[in-house]
């Protein structure tokens, strides 16, 4: 007979088994003193539409319309027609990055990244 048929038969079945009792204690969820979470409201100011000149006081009514017209709502930021400009990097700052890059190595230093 195995070890593990010797301790097989050593249970015994006729018990009822109980329940685990739960350990770890769930803490109860975090709630705000408001009623509700913050709601962003479909309601504005009342706004003219560029492509039929009506009227609209609904954010969704208005993108519905313009969805419909197949035109492309834009905020008023003056940043987006600014052209974008790569930045421009000379050879005498590729070459300084490079000469660090080799001294940090010729130290010893092989992490990059600080604090890792």
Not at 11 to 25: G, H, L, T
Not at 66 to 71: C, L, T
Not at 88 to 115: C, L, M, P, W, Y
């Amino acid at each position: 007979m195995s070890r593990y048929s010797q301790n097989f038969a050593l249970i015994d079945f006729s018990r009822e088994i109980p329940a685990p009792v739960r350990q770890i204690e769930i803490p109860p969820p975090k709630r705000s003193s408001l009623p509700c979470p913050r709601l962003a409201s479909d309601i504005m100011d009342p706004v003219q539409s560029q492509v039929d000149g009506k009227m609209y006081d609904s954010k969704s009514a208005i993108r519905a319309h313009y969805k419909q017209a197949g035109v492309i709502e834009v905020g008023n930021d003056p940043a987006r027609h600014k052209p974008f400009q790569k930045p421009r990097v000379t050879r005498q700052d590729v070459k300084r990055s490079v000469e660090k890059a080799h001294a940090r190595f010729n130290r010893g230093e092989r992490n990059i990244f600080k604090g890792r």
